[in-house]
């Protein structure tokens, strides 16, 4: 039986003082509706199974419409769990797998929908709350029911894993595990996809859940922007599965998986900056964040927005997923449950799409109810009326009971029933007993009373002792759907035994896991990072009297920026003292030079090698709390620049000026405004004379304060301009401070995995092809690390923050590969984690295309001749590198069905066009003779100020056939729109991924004995790549040495003896062998010296000044 997508879409919250921009209305069960007003948009209506007005705190910021917000019903949390949560649970009861999607921009209540507050800094969070809660989402209520209702033979489990970029971490993973995110993922017998390598996690109650939540979501990647102060950045998964009997088939288990989605926000990746915050309480209890503005860093907005664009094309795609499979169901070519080809390039749509289209599938958008947002709303309801009419196919998962679970099944069905006869009979011989005690007389009650007593004690004995043994048969089966041995002890499964094993090879070199040591008493070192991920995983604790750190020291740290002898730690009972050796060492921001013996404070700051860490000793902990992983980053950044005091001054000198700078131009600024005011004021003035004798001076007043406004607003353009400019290279100072030293470093990881034949180096890529045209100073090039294959001659330019995150994975599969040597295991990176593939399967902007849109306003279409645009390449020289086609249509109306040629109008003017619709079909077929072969291609414009994207197509082509179309329509003309079709020029930018031509032979391998050679102690250092290039070089040239002096011979031999000299015969392959390790009975060959000074008589001799003595060559040399 097919069904459809289930779509709800919730209104909340109202914190900006604006318009009523929505009007949510439930008619009945599934019938829901959506309004815009105020609005200009033609499409005002959608209809959606379920509308929920949740905008609390309405009332202090609605600036109009008051009475249709009161009229509207305030759905809570325990009304939206009723209206959907009940059918969900029957569903995940039933077997079925069951897809919960959240969509929307951030902030708008994706994430409090599902689960409710999950800050794990707030008391308010849904898993701080051990019985349910009024801010409980629909996750916490389904579970928390479920737990309730928990049987014998059931399995719970979770996986919890967050979607950032191009990777996928396991947020269940106390070691911070993190692979590419096409690695392990694969489908299950039953069609329904899963990540092979994330932990899944066998629950036992309900605390259980939530305590492991809590730690998984600590680890979640967010930041503050301006639509959310802790917006996701990434898309965030949870799984849960519940295997259970099937009562219907005996032996069989009924296996329902619920898939929690919480995606990242929908805005566009240009919108967003890295915000700051003020929390607000009012006096009922409600708490708002106040966004104050932009951080005072600018980096960080930049990495967000550079996130942003990667994360969005998932996003696009799946967009794009949900148009193609509306249009195919309404045109009546796709059967329910069916899916199309394409839109299968990016995370979201590789794992979700075939998954979702076999479950049971509900949409939860969430929209904001002011104006402003209307934009986001539109594109919002756009895409949830496109996936409302997909149709899908559900099916149920099951799996077979292992034979183990069976018999203890039976077992254990034995056993109740025994238990609850005893009980029974019990019961039932106690009933006699007291109606007969009645009858009989006190002496004989008196002589049986300890006989009956005796009776009771023994029934009783025994109902304890089987229930004894069923307790017993409970802990074996659960420890057997737990993955263990059997038994009510039972044996560890195999994630316990996994965690076991990383914990005695890490604590071998001296290093614990904070998952293992949390409570521990005893002073420690913990690690920082200001990817909140990648923190406070590992400790070293400081428990012993004297502790060394290096290569060979009782702490072993991973960096390969540790030396031998780097540092100690003495501990004498009370205090712990740091003592610098021969590495370098900070403490809070300073250098401690070599010898020195420094006492250590509760959360100091700690830099060994280029490791930060935080010192902690607990019960002696100051109050407030710990330094963060930004402070005490942002602190050992200072003291790097410290140390290089050159660039210490001149960062010193570049900020001074731009502080100058930025208060002349403030004060610029506001004398402009006071001269603009004043000019205004004369103006209107001027305007209201009625002397008819000062008309003429009026009207030259009033134009020359319109012009004096004129320069001034062009003045402040340019000044704004400038501030944004220098800003930009301040950023990119900031960018190229922080990859300099992770390209040295990842240099040397390159050649310890033996692909020393990638280089690295910074670039500066240009933004746009505008800016080499010198059209503007907004357009300030990026910093890139530009990446080189010396092998294959290939190069990619890469974000830093995508450099950033190779170089913390291949850093960490340096540590993986020296921890399977040190204890005699194998162990292979994933395919994903091998340095060529992780730095070259990326996706970047390769050129540009542009093109003017004036002709547009005739309704003229794009003439074959000038649809094929060049293609520039976007760093310099901004050489053509291929074609890209383009064709502009004119359409009589936005349905292209209804499209005819005879009602399009002749526009002999732009202003024929005032005030009347415009419609055009843009195509974009496909570039062609690009440098390199692509693997992965798409093409973005950004047409009124929306960015669009084609679709990613997978071609291994120069050539990428893109063959996208889509209708541009503008209900009516204005003036505005005209002047941006005459002055605009619309570029579109290509993206590529290259394809990898000749991938490395060799595995990233304990088994590689290249690199077991680099990594293992003792082992003889392998030649570089530039040593080999070197060594063949040499061989090279000795071999054209060799051949030169065997010629020279040749011709001696011939001129002494007449004839060519004796050739040795070649030998078959089969003596080959057997002739080259046979001793040749041949003469000694001649020494190098008598060559040469044959060669040099011979070129004597034979010189033309020398004519006299060229007679006598023969016969000297036939006397030699």
Not at 874 to 895: C, E, H, R, Y
């Amino acid at each position: 039986m097919s069904v459809s997508i289930k779509v709800s879409v919730r209104c909340r919250p109202f914190t900006c003082d604006d318009k009523l921009g929505v009007v949510m209305t439930q008619n009945g069960e599934e019938e829901g509706d959506v309004e815009l007003i105020n609005s200009t948009y033609s499409t005002t209506r959608f209809p959606f199974s379920y509308a929920w007005w949740s905008a609390y705190g309405y009332k202090r910021h609605l600036q109009g419409d008051p009475l249709q917000a009161d009229n509207m019903k305030l759905v809570d949390q325990q009304m939206a769990y009723e209206s959907i949560g009940r059918k969900i649970k029957a569903d995940l009861m039933g077997g079925n797998a069951v897809v919960l999607f959240a969509y929307g921009l951030s902030g708008s209540g994706k994430t409090f929908t599902v689960f409710g507050p999950d800050a794990v800094d707030i008391p308010e969070a849904w898993f701080k709350h051990e019985e349910p809660h009024p801010l409980w989402g629909i996750f916490p209520r389904l579970a928390y029911e479920l737990f309730k209702e928990k049987q014998d033979g059931w399995k719970i489990s979770m996986k919890y894993f967050q979607n950032v970029v191009d990777t996928v971490r396991d947020l269940m993973s106390p070691v911070a595990q993190e692979q590419q995110y096409k690695s392990g993922m694969r489908k299950d017998p039953d069609g329904f996809t899963d990540i092979e390598w994330c932990q899944s996690v066998v629950l036992k109650d309900w605390n259980d859940l939530r305590r492991t939540f809590m730690a998984a979501n600590a680890k979640k990647a967010i930041a503050p922007t301006q639509f959310n102060h802790q917006s996701t950045r990434g898309h965030c998964i949870m799984t849960l599965e519940v295997e259970k009997p099937d009562p219907e088939r005996e032996g069989m288990k009924q296996r329902g998986r619920v898939y929690v989605c919480d995606l990242a926000g929908t805005e566009p990746a240009g919108d967003i900056v890295y915000a700051d915050y003020k929390k607000v309480v009012y006096e009922d209890g409600e708490i708002e964040h106040k966004y104050v503005g932009p951080h005072p860093d600018a980096s960080k907005s930049k990495e967000l927005q550079d996130q942003g664009k990667k994360i969005n094309l998932s996003l696009t795609e799946m967009a794009q997923f949900f148009m193609k499979m509306a249009e195919a169901v309404k045109a009546n070519k796709l059967k329910p449950g069916m899916s199309i080809p394409g839109c299968n390039s990016y995370f979201l749509c590789k794992y979700l799409k075939d998954t979702m289209l076999q479950a049971r599938t509900y949409l939860f958008c969430a929209i904001r109810p002011e104006v402003k947002f209307h934009g986001y709303t539109f594109s919002t309801l756009g895409f949830a009326k496109n996936a409302s009419v997909i149709k899908l196919q559900p099916k149920k998962a099951s799996t077979a009971a292992s034979p183990a679970e069976r018999k203890l099944m039976a077992e254990l069905e034995q056993m109740k029933a025994l238990v609850n006869q005893l009980k029974e009979e019990n019961e039932r011989i106690a009933k006699m007993r007291n109606a007969a005690g009645g009858a009989s007389s006190n002496a004989e009650a008196d002589g049986d009373d300890d006989a009956e007593a005796g009776g009771d004690d023994a029934a009783s004995a025994q109902v304890a002792q089987l229930a004894e043994l069923l307790n017993q048969k409970q802990k074996e089966l659960e420890n057997v759907l737990n993955g263990g041995s059997g038994g009510a002890s039972g044996g560890m499964s195999v994630q316990d035994e996994m965690m076991q094993r990383q914990r005695e090879e890490y604590g071998k070199r001296g290093i614990h896991l904070y998952h293992f040591e949390a409570d521990t008493k005893s002073p420690y070192l913990i690690n920082l990072d200001v990817d909140a991920y990648r923190s406070k995983r590992f400790m070293f604790l400081l428990d012993k009297p004297h502790l060394t750190v290096g290569p060979q020291g009782d702490i072993q740290p991973m960096s390969l920026s540790i030396v031998n002898g780097h540092c100690s730690f003495e501990n004498d009972g009370t205090e712990i003292f740091l003592c610098a050796g021969a590495g370098e060492v900070m403490r809070n921001g300073s250098k401690i030079e070599k010898s020195a013996r420094i006492q250590l404070a509760p959360y100091d700051r700690i830099v060994i090698g280029n490791e930060l860490m935080l010192f902690v000793y607990p019960s002696r902990e100051p109050e407030g709390e710990p330094p963060s992983a930004d402070t005490a980053a942002a602190e050992y950044k200072e003291a790097l620049q410290n140390v290089d005091t050159s660039a210490m001054n001149e960062l010193q000198e570049q900020m001074k000026k731009f502080e100058e700078e930025k208060a002349r131009w403030e004060k610029e600024r506001l004398e402009r405004e006071a001269a603009a005011a004043e000019a205004a004021a004369a103006a209107v003035v001027a305007a209201s004379s009625n002397n008819a004798d000062n008309s003429a001076a009026a009207e030259a007043a009033a134009a020359e304060a319109a012009a004096a406004a004129a320069k001034a607003e062009e003045e402040a353009r340019l000044a704004a301009e400038k501030q944004r400019e220098l800003l930009a290279r301040q950023v990119n100072d900031q960018e190229l401070r922080e990859v300099l030293p992770k390209i040295a470093e990842l240099t040397q990881i390159v050649k310890f995995l033996n692909r020393d034949v990638l280089s690295f180096e910074t670039a500066l890529q240009s933004s746009s092809m505008e800016d080499k045209e010198g059209a503007g100073t907004s357009g300030i090039p990026k910093v890139k690390v530009k990446v080189y294959n010396k092998a294959t001659d290939e190069t990619i330019f890469l974000d830093v923050f995508e450099f950033v995150k190779a170089h913390a994975l291949l850093k960490d599969e340096v540590a993986f590969l020296r921890n399977a040597l040190m204890n005699d295991r194998e162990y292979e990176s994933p395919a994903g984690h091998d340095p060529i593939t992780l730095l070259f399967d990326n996706s970047f902007h390769i050129g540009s295309a542009t093109t003017f849109l004036e002709y547009l306003l005739y309704n003229l279409e794009t003439e074959p001749d000038e649809s094929h645009l060049s293609i520039k390449l976007a760093v310099p020289p901004f050489n053509t590198i291929g074609k890209l086609q383009v064709m502009w249509i004119p359409l009589s109306s936005p349905d292209p069905e209804k499209h005819n040629e005879d009602d399009l109008m002749d526009v002999e003017s732009p202003s024929d066009l005032l005030g009347k619709p415009w419609t055009f079909k843009l195509r974009i077929v496909g570039a062609t003779g690009l440098p390199i072969i692509t693997d992965l291609a798409y093409c973005q414009y950004e047409f009124l100020g929306e960015l669009f994207t084609t679709e990613s197509v997978e071609q291994n082509t120069r050539s990428p056939v893109f063959n996208y179309e889509f209708i541009h329509h503008v209900d009516c003309v204005t003036e505005q729109f005209i002047e941006y079709l005459q002055s605009a020029r619309l570029e579109f930018q290509v993206f590529v991924n290259p394809y990898i031509l000749d991938p490395p032979k060799d595995k990233i391998s304990t088994k590689n004995p290249a690199i077991a050679a680099q990594l293992a102690e003792g082992h003889a250092a392998k030649p570089t790549y530039d040593d080999l290039q070197a060594k063949c070089a040499h061989l090279e040239k000795s071999l054209a040495t060799a051949t030169e002096d065997l010629k020279f011979l040749r011709e001696q031999y011939r001129s002494a003896v007449g004839s060519d000299p004796p050739i040795r015969p070649l030998l078959s392959l089969a003596g080959f062998e057997e002739a080259q390790n046979s001793p040749t009975h041949s003469a000694p060959c001649t020494p190098r010296k008598k060559i040469e000074l044959a060669k040099a008589n011979d070129e004597r001799l034979n010189s033309p000044t020398k004519e006299s003595s060229a007679a006598i060559t023969p016969n000297h040399a036939a006397t030699e």
